[in-house]
């Protein structure tokens, strides 16, 4: 009997969805050996499907996105209670990714943003008897391991085709990974990164610059050229995809296993090899190259951090 997964998408781009796919012929190789019984992104499965499964007879749920609304708390603790194992599927379920990044106001000021002072939706709606309901958005937004246990985590935004089927092989083998496991490499992503031997042995940075001042340098680190590329903080396993393209890590891999918050980690990182002194003006000058720290810092993790979310006066 072929092994019953499902997936389900929450708040995110859709692009985990699409990694799946990346597997190209790959895929077939998967589909010999699972059945998927939930997959709403791209087969005709409702709700109702998944209710009347009986518990724990899915072998494995993949869970990608975060939680931000009611509909996708009740989906995931109901694929929860139908699964033995649930995995956070990219970097959105394993720490909020970009959504995530609403944690910085509240619901109210989403909407006010999306929506400029128009009309904003109402969570209920009746005419001519008819009910119109739509789900509650929450305040915060949450990683899906703080609306329900998780078993193991698949990083990335999107993983990597490399990253998925290495997964897949991982789960569907005996014996599993241990519980609680990141199912991707345990080591920085600059161990790995093509430009690693440009890196210089003492640096000490003058100014950070934004991607559009200047024109990078394609062979040399791009941390050395002022860039402020997150590959000290990153967990390896992407395949260096965003310094092949000559463009700084951004962090969507998370921290390894010897991180507590991986925002910290990467802010550590990179304050560490400032220059000017220890003058408080040039730190202030250098530090401005960074205008959006928390877009830049916590640009995937905020609401799995230490700091959740800002905090109401």
């Known amino acids: 009997m072929k092994t019953k997964v499902a997936f389900y998408w929450c708040a995110s781009c ?8 990346d ?57 929860r209670r139908k699964s033995k194992l649930v995995v956070a599927f990219g970097v959105c379920a394993q720490s909020g990714g970009i959504p995530g990044l609403a944690n910085l106001t509240n619901a109210r000021g989403v909407l006010d943003e999306a929506y400029q002072g128009t009309i904003t939706p109402q969570q209920e709606f009746r005419e001519n008897g008819y009910k119109l309901t739509l789900p509650k958005l929450f305040d915060s937004v949450f990683a899906l391991d703080r609306a329900i246990p998780v078993d193991y985590y698949v990083p990335g935004c999107p993983p990597s085709p490399k990253i998925v089927w290495d997964a897949f092989q991982a789960l569907l ?34 100014r950070f610059q934004r991607l559009q001042e200047r024109v990078w340098e394609t062979d040399t680190c791009l941390l050395a050229q002022g860039a402020p590329c997150l590959g000290p903080a990153t967990r390896a396993g992407c395949g260096a995809r965003c310094i092949n393209g000559n463009m700084p890590c951004t962090g969507c891999f998370g921290s390894t296993s010897r991180v507590r918050d991986f925002g910290a980690k990467a802010l550590c990182s990179i304050a560490s090899i400032i220059g000017g002194g220890a003058a408080v003006e040039e730190i202030d000058r250098i530090f401005a190259g960074i205008p959006d720290p928390v877009g830049t810092f916590y640009r995937y993790s905020l609401p799995a951090s230490f700091l959740e979310r800002k905090r109401s006066e």
Do not use: Y
């Not at 589909?31 to 499907?49: N, Q, S, T």
């Open 173 to 206: 083998a005996d014996p599993l990974p241990p519980p609680g496991a990141v199912l991707a490499p345990d080591h920085a992503m600059c161990d790995e990164c093509p430009r690693r031997d440009t890196h210089p042995e003492e640096l000490k940075l003058e």
């Open 14 to 21: 859709g692009g985990c969805e699409e990694a799946v796919l």
């Open 23 to 79: 597997l190209a012929e790959d895929l077939l190789k998967v589909l010999d050996a699972v059945d998927i019984v939930f997959w709403p992104v791209a087969l005709d499965f409702k709700e109702k499907d998944v209710e009347a499964m009986d518990d724990g007879s899915i072998v494995v749920s993949f869970i990608n996105g975060a939680v931000r609304t009611s509909d996708q708390l009740k989906m995931a603790r109901l694929l």
